[in-house]
């Protein structure tokens, strides 16, 4: 493709993203426009998603060189300004994709010929620039991670805006570290223990892994480093009784069902039945035998009554506004599917308080989020707390030896007993995770 081509197909995906009321995800889209265009080479797919994403890296910025240059922030606008702003096209060079030709786009036109004239030759980066908008910090975020990263909210922030690392976890049911590591290499693919899970990998750059042996014969899974370890903060062991409620498509189930060795039962539930059809098949894959899907309606499920108090482990990784994996989903800034953040802290309240009843006396619940704000964690911690007085918080520090195995993360990952960590401090994406406990009775206390 040439590179106006690519243009055209940049902004064909940024119309179908905001196509609708609510913006749609921008991987879902993506991903579907590659699908229907086999035809599209590697390296084209890898120029139109950097074309796509470079566009929400920088979408507060461009915003504001648009309003400035009284253009509205439609598609042609967005990549006119990202062209010449990032890309430092000139004039001539911008017009030479814009012509109409071969797929290219159509050429400019009045106003847009206006915008180009007042952009050519500027910086992304403006002096008169608010901070929130030189850091990409939506309006809507920006009190709150304020004041939950403090004097770190710049190099979080920062952070938060350059792109991820691809994170492996070893599947221990196929093979180890060492097997994983010697497997990517036949194909050409370096990687390195990950610096906190132990069984994690991180790898250099961001290499194609769709067709290499590791992740076909399921003795690698594409996960984030702060994934891993919240599901090894679990503790889920052999024997166990365990379920992951917001398992989503179950990346966390698979890793709890290798740590439990094939053994015991783990149970994955979620309201949406299609992302738990995917687990069906990364599950054979994986060689993980010992996991029951389970489809709920709602998160007061009648499911959930009739297996009150039977599980020793539930862990729920609660649906939230993402804010700790920007890195990945920054389009997730712009647009958060119609829901504000008071409709989404009490649907964490109602999900942790009906999962809660799942957990039997001296068994563990771990609540986590992707998101940073306290609003969602620490908060939703307290105010659950105060009304379930037989749950009690238990310390990272006093549990990390138990069920990661590694040294503990740094200070400043561990705040009120909660893990806390971030992309600066840690390399991860953002995550939140509280592990409370709940009163054994007393025949249960004499028995331990």
């Not at 922030?157 to 990517?184: K, P, Y």
């Not at 903060?233 to 439990?260: E, N």
């Not at 909660?418 to 054994?440: K, M, N, Q, S």
Request: proline letters at 5%; a neutral charge.
């Amino acid at each position: 493709m040439t590179p106006g081509a690519r243009i055209t197909a940049a902004i064909e995906v940024l119309e179908a993203v905001t196509a609708g009321d609510v913006p749609a995800p921008v991987d879902s889209v993506l991903g579907n426009y590659l699908k229907q265009r086999r035809y599209i080479g590697s390296k084209d797919r890898t120029a139109i998603q950097a074309l796509v994403y470079g566009i929400f890296r920088r979408r507060a910025r461009l915003g504001w060189w648009l309003e400035r240059a009284k253009a509205k922030a439609l598609p042609r606008n967005l990549l006119i300004a990202h062209l010449l702003l990032i890309e430092k096209l000139t004039g001539p060079e911008l017009r030479s994709h814009f012509d109409g030709r071969h797929y290219h786009p159509y050429p400019l036109e009045g106003g847009e010929t206006v915008l180009a004239d007042r952009l050519e030759g500027k910086s992304i980066d403006h002096p008169d620039m608010p901070e929130a908008v030189l850091l990409e910090c939506p309006g809507w975020a920006e009190a709150g991670l304020r004041a939950a990263l403090g004097e770190r909210f710049t190099e979080e922030m920062r952070a938060l805006n350059d792109e991820a690392s691809t994170d492996l976890r070893v599947n221990a049911l196929v093979g180890t570290q060492e097997d994983a590591i010697a497997a990517l290499k036949r194909d050409g693919i370096f990687s390195k223990p990950a610096l906190y899970s132990p069984v994690g990998l991180r790898l250099g750059g961001r290499p194609a892994l769709g067709g290499t042996e590791a992740l076909k014969s399921g003795l690698v899974e594409i996960q984030d480093e702060g994934s891993q370890l919240l599901a090894l903060l679990v503790g889920a062991r052999p024997g166990m009784q365990v379920v992951d409620f917001c398992a989503g498509a179950g990346g966390k189930t698979l890793a709890m069902a290798a740590r439990m060795e094939n053994k015991g039962r783990i149970v994955a539930c979620d309201v949406h039945a299609k992302r738990l059809e995917r687990l069906t098949l990364r599950q054979r894959r994986a060689q993980a035998h010992n996991i029951e899907r389970r489809p709920l309606t709602r998160e007061r499920d009648p499911w959930v009554k009739r297996h009150k108090g039977k599980f020793d482990r539930v862990l729920i990784d609660a649906p939230c506004t993402g804010t700790g994996t920007w890195r990945r989903n920054p389009d997730a800034k712009w647009g958060r599917g119609g829901l504000d953040l008071a409709e989404m802290t009490s649907l964490q309240y109602a999900i942790l308080e009906s999962a809660a009843r799942l957990v039997k006396p001296g068994g563990r619940l771990v609540y986590a989020t992707c998101s940073l704000l306290a609003a969602e964690n620490e908060d939703r911690i307290s105010a659950f707390l105060a009304d379930h007085p037989d749950f009690k918080q238990m310390s990272i520090f006093d549990i990390w030896q138990e069920t990661v195995g590694t040294d503990a993360p740094p200070e400043g990952a561990v705040a009120d007993s909660a893990l806390r960590l971030t992309p600066a401090r840690h390399g991860t994406d953002g995550f939140v995770a509280a592990v409370l406990e709940r009163a054994a009775t007393q025949d249960e206390a004499e028995e331990e």
